[in-house]
């Protein structure tokens, strides 16, 4: 059964514009999150990250929003750049150390 | 610079054969290590949790008598497909946190494994 869910398989947004990538997680017991960008046959690169007692964190173009009581959050990515085509996924944790990954989002940036 | 490291990045091995991957956490020690597997057009799927000096703790579904995780050293787990079949062609990926309860986790660069 699939915790975390990206319900959005692909995305395309034009050149300087913003990507809001979304996840939902069912687990009311995550209280850890991540997003990874990753390009084929390449390993996942980690991007960012927030914690369950924080709504926001930001990092330079990139910012994850947590919504805790709709079990949502989302990647903003401003302005987008062409190079920020990959494959995004959301990763969450709870007690422990494994993280449980979302399907994955598939942005492409049009030049 | 990549902080995990695996290898080998791309393998091919006849059927029935058994392959090894490494997975070394460069600059920094991990008591803990995962081993994930991505199907195509899927999430990537945690697999097991390697545990430095004591046996790995498996995902339910994953036969861990097929997939062997060794953690023999702070730095180093090592996954080994015993007797591959064409359907454990896949792409693998281990990754690591550095630092605890709340380091950043680390990816290896990801292992294909073709089984012919």
């Known amino acids: 059964d699939q915790q975390v869910k990206q319900n959005s398989p692909s995305l395309s947004v034009q050149e300087g514009r913003i990507s809001i990538l979304n996840c939902d997680y069912t687990?009311?017991?995550?209280?850890?999150f991540l997003w990874y960008k990753k390009y084929p046959a390449e390993g996942p690169t980690f991007l960012i990250s927030?914690?369950?007692?924080?709504d926001k964190n930001e990092d330079g173009r990139f910012t994850v929003f947590l919504n805790k009581s709709a079990k949502h959050l989302s990647l903003h990515i401003v302005p987008s750049q062409p190079g920020d085509s990959a494959v995004y996924f959301c990763a969450a944790s709870g007690t422990g150390n494994q993280f449980y990954f979302g399907t994955g989002t598939s942005l492409t940036v049009i030049p | 610079g990549a902080v995990v490291s695996q290898h080998p990045s791309r393998v091919i091995c006849k059927s029935g054969t058994s392959v090894k991957i490494e997975c070394r956490s460069l600059d920094f020690q991990a008591t803990t290590m995962f081993w994930y597997r991505q199907f195509p057009k899927k999430s990537l799927m945690l697999m097991a949790t390697s545990n430095e000096g004591s046996k790995a703790t498996y995902e339910q579904g994953v036969e861990k008598d097929k997939f062997l995780i060794n953690h023999a050293s702070l730095t180093l787990s090592t996954l080994t497909v015993t007797s591959a079949h064409p359907e454990d062609s896949s792409f693998y990926i281990c990754s690591a946190r550095r630092g605890f309860p709340e380091g950043t986790i680390y990816f290896g660069e990801g292992s294909w494994l073709t089984v012919v």
């Open positions: 927030i914690s369950s007692i924080k």
């Open positions: 687990n009311s017991m995550f209280d850890y």
